[in-house]
C-alpha cells in the first residue's frame, strides 16, 4: 500500500490521530484509577491476595465474552455516523456514571455488584476506539500513530498517580468523580468530531460488502481461520500478548497493596509511587515505534519484554521506594517496545477491512484473558511467598512471554512474514 500522499491526507490522519488518542485517554483514565484504587476497597472486607486478585481481574473475564461479540457487531455495523462511533456515544457516558458509584458501595456484596456492572459496560466500547485507527491509517504509519494513542493511555498513568497523592486519602468518594468527568468530556469531543462513515477502512468495507455479496462476516470464521492457518505467527502473537498481560496486570493491579505491605506506604502514598514510571513510558513511546521501524517489531517486542522483566526482577532483590521506582521506570520504558507494536503487528495481518475490529480485539481480549488471570495468579503467589517476592513472580511470567515471541520470530524468519 502506498502512504499517504498529500498534505491534506497528513492533516486527517493527524486529527484523527488525536481524537482516538482522547477517546482512549479518556477510558483509560478510569480505568488506570480503578486498578490504583479499587483493590484497597476489596481488602477492607478481604484478607486473600488472592480473591482480591481474581475479583480485580473480573472485568478482563468479562471481555473474553463481551468484546469479540462487540467487535464483530461493530465491523458489521452500517450507519451514517460509521460502524464504531455509536456504541461509543453509549457506552463511555453509562460507565462514567457506573464508575462514580464505586466509592459508595459500602458493603461487599454492593461493591463487588457495582465494579461488575461498570466492568461490562466498560468493556462494550473498550475495542471499539482502539479498532478507529487502522480504519482511518495506513499500515505503513500505525506504528507511530499508535505510539501517540499509547502515550495518551500513559497519561492516565500520571492521572491516576496525581489524584491518589491529592485526593484519595482526604476525599476517596470525590476522588472517583474525575476520572469519569474526563470520560464524559472526551465521549462528547469525539461524537461531534468523528464520523468513522469516512474512514479508509470502513469505504472498503462497504465495497468488500459489494463484491461479497452479502455484509455479516461470522466471527466464528475469522477466530477458526486465525486458529487453523498454518502460519501459526498470528496465535503465536495472541499467546505472547496473554502471557505479557499476565506479568503486567499483575504489577499494576497488585502495586498498591505490594507498595502498603512491602514498603510500608500509606494507600495514597503506594497509589502515586506509579508517577514517575508513567513518565518513562511516555518518554519511551514514540522512539519505540521509530526502532521497530529500523529493527523489526517483534525485534522490539522481544527487547522490550526483556527489559521489563529483568528489571523488575533486580527491583525485587531489595525492595525499597527507590529501587522500586527506578526498576518500573526501566521496565515501563521497556513495556513501550511491546504495547506500542503488538497491536499494530496484529492490524497488519489483518487480511480484510472488514475483520479489523475483530483483529483489534484479538489482542485487547488476549490482553484481557492475561489480565484476568495474571493478578490471581501472582496473588496466589504472593499468598506462598509473601509480599517480598512479588516482583520476581511478575518476572517469571514475562519471561514465558519472551520464550513465545522468540517462536514467533523463527516463524517470521521461516516464512519472511512482513509485519
Known amino acids: 500500500m502506498s502512504t499517504l500522499a498529500t498534505p491534506a491526507d497528513r492533516r486527517t490522519a493527524r486529527r484523527i490521530t488525536f481524537y482516538v488518542?482522547?477517546?482512549?485517554f479518556a477510558q483509560e483514565a478510569t480505568w488506570d484509577f480503578y486498578d490504583a484504587q479499587v483493590p484497597p476497597l476489596l481488602r477492607e472486607h478481604i484478607a486473600s491476595a488472592a480473591v482480591?486478585?481474581?475479583?480485580?481481574?473480573?472485568?478482563?473475564?468479562?471481555g473474553i465474552f463481551v468484546q469479540p461479540w462487540i467487535a464483530n457487531r461493530s465491523d458489521n455495523t452500517r450507519t451514517r455516523w460509521g460502524r464504531r462511533?455509536?456504541?461509543?456515544?453509549v457506552g463511555m457516558p453509562l460507565a462514567a456514571v457506573l464508575f462514580t458509584l464505586i466509592p459508595l458501595a459500602t458493603a461487599l456484596p454492593a461493591l463487588i455488584a457495582v465494579i461488575f456492572v461498570y466492568a461490562l459496560a466498560g468493556n462494550t466500547f473498550k475495542p471499539i476506539a482502539q479498532?478507529?485507527?487502522?480504519d482511518f491509517i495506513e499500515p505503513q504509519r500505525r506504528g507511530r500513530a499508535n505510539a501517540f494513542v499509547k502515550i495518551a493511555s500513559g497519561l492516565t498513568v500520571l492521572v491516576s498517580a496525581l489524584i491518589s497523592a491529592f485526593l484519595v486519602d482526604d476525599h476517596p468518594k470525590l476522588s472517583f468523580t474525575v476520572p469519569a468527568v474526563l470520560m464524559l468530556v472526551g465521549t462528547a469531543v469525539l461524537v461531534w468530531r468523528v464520523r468513522d462513515r469516512d474512514s479508509r477502512g470502513y469505504q472498503a468495507a462497504l465495497t468488500e460488502d459489494e463484491g461479497a455479496g452479502e455484509q455479516t462476516t461470522r466471527l466464528r470464521d475469522v477466530l477458526t481461520e486465525v486458529v487453523r492457518d498454518r502460519d501459526r505467527s498470528r496465535l503465536l502473537l495472541v499467546c505472547t500478548v496473554l502471557l505479557f498481560a499476565c506479568a503486567w496486570f499483575s504489577s499494576r493491579a497488585l502495586f498498591t497493596p505490594y507498595g502498603m505491605e512491602t514498603l510500608g506506604l500509606t494507600r495514597g502514598e503506594a497509589g502515586s509511587l506509579t508517577f514517575p514510571s508513567g513518565i518513562a513510558f511516555l518518554l519511551a513511546a514514540y522512539p519505540a515505534a521509530l526502532l521497530a521501524e529500523r529493527i523489526g517489531r517483534i525485534r522490539t517486542i522481544t527487547i522490550g519484554m526483556s527489559v521489563f522483566g529483568v528489571s523488575l526482577a533486580l527491583g525485587g532483590l531489595a525492595p525499597s521506594p527507590t529501587t522500586t521506582v527506578i526498576?518500573?521506570?526501566?521496565?515501563?520504558?521497556?513495556?513501550?517496545?511491546?504495547?506500542?507494536?503488538?497491536?499494530?503487528?496484529l492490524w497488519n495481518l489483518a487480511p480484510s477491512s472488514r475483520v479489523i475490529g475483530v483483529y483489534t480485539t484479538l489482542y485487547t481480549v488476549s490482553w484481557a484473558i492475561g489480565g484476568f488471570l495474571g493478578p490471581g495468579l501472582v496473588g496466589a503467589m504472593v499468598d506462598v511467598t509473601g509480599w517480598r517476592f512479588m516482583l520476581l513472580d511478575i518476572a517469571l511470567l514475562c519471561a514465558l512471554a519472551v520464550a513465545v515471541v522468540l517462536r514467533v520470530a523463527v516463524v517470521h524468519r521461516r516464512h519472511a512474514t512482513s509485519f
Do not use: E
Open 327 to 345: 526498576a518500573f521506570c526501566v521496565g515501563a520504558a521497556g513495556a513501550a517496545g511491546f504495547v506500542i507494536n503488538a497491536a499494530v503487528v
Open 131 to 134: 479498532a478507529l485507527l487502522p
Open 21 to 24: 488518542a482522547l477517546a482512549v
Open 52 to 62: 482480591v486478585g481474581l475479583l480485580m481481574g473480573m472485568d478482563n473475564l468479562l
Open 85 to 89: 462511533i455509536p456504541y461509543l456515544a
